[in-house]
């Protein structure tokens, strides 16, 4: 899978210069495609965080060309309702409310919407007002964590 061996050549880089590689899409589409890489840090992730990942992404792509079409590389924080890549990714937000989309159907839904309820290795739990689904990080297609209003003041 072209996302896997992506993140095997960029992840290192991101790490080298102090950063969380928190993970990438690779969207291909008919005449480019879009590398989004997520970057992340303690102290947040400025537009010139992402411009020198940007500018050492690019290099490393250059060196190695694994995308042999037209890209463009979008570099980037996660943001506060980011993308979840792995299992681990999950676990760290158990108790926040997130919206996934899997591959095969977990009784008889695709979207999931809820509340990350617990996560065991693999296993994800996902609660509603109507259910709970368990389902594996493999069957995840996108995740992404779905913050509410709660606390902001207006």
Same mark, same amino acid.
């Given at each position: 899978?072209?996302?896997?061996?992506?993140?095997?050549? @960029?992840?290192?880089?991101?790490?080298?210069?102090?950063? /969380?590689?928190?993970?990438?899409?690779?969207?291909?589409?008919?005449?480019?495609?879009?590398?989004? /890489?997520?970057?992340?840090?303690?102290?947040?992730?400025?537009?010139?965080?992402?411009?020198?990942?940007?500018?050492?992404?690019?290099?490393?792509?250059?060196?190695?060309?694994?995308?042999?079409?037209?890209?463009?590389?979008?570099?980037?924080?996660?943001? @506060?309702?980011?993308?979840?890549?792995?299992?681990?990714? =999950?676990?760290?937000?158990?108790?926040?409310? /997130?919206?996934?989309?899997?591959?095969?159907? /977990?009784?008889?839904?695709?979207?999931?919407?809820?509340?990350?309820?617990?996560?065991?290795?693999?296993? @994800?739990?996902?609660?509603?007002?109507?259910?709970?689904?368990? =389902?594996?990080?493999?069957?995840?297609?996108?995740?992404?964590?779905?913050?509410?209003?709660?606390?902001?003041?207006?």
């Amino acid at each position: 899978m072209k996302e896997k061996l992506l993140s095997e050549l @960029i992840a290192p880089v991101i790490e080298d210069m102090g950063f /969380v590689f928190w993970g990438l899409e690779y969207l291909p589409q008919k005449n480019n495609a879009i590398l989004r /890489v997520y970057i992340d840090h303690a102290d947040g992730v400025t537009v010139n965080h992402c411009a020198d990942c940007s500018h050492e992404i690019s290099g490393l792509l250059e060196v190695e060309d694994p995308i042999t079409n037209a890209y463009v590389l979008e570099v980037s924080s996660p943001g @506060i309702d980011r993308v979840l890549f792995s299992a681990e990714q =999950f676990a760290s937000y158990v108790g926040e409310r /997130v919206q996934v989309k899997l591959a095969h159907p /977990v009784d008889g839904a695709r979207n999931v919407k809820g509340v990350i309820k617990a996560v065991n290795d693999d296993l @994800i739990s996902v609660a509603n007002d109507v259910t709970t689904y368990d =389902f594996s990080m493999g069957n995840v297609m996108k995740a992404r964590l779905k913050p509410t209003n709660a606390g902001v003041k207006k």
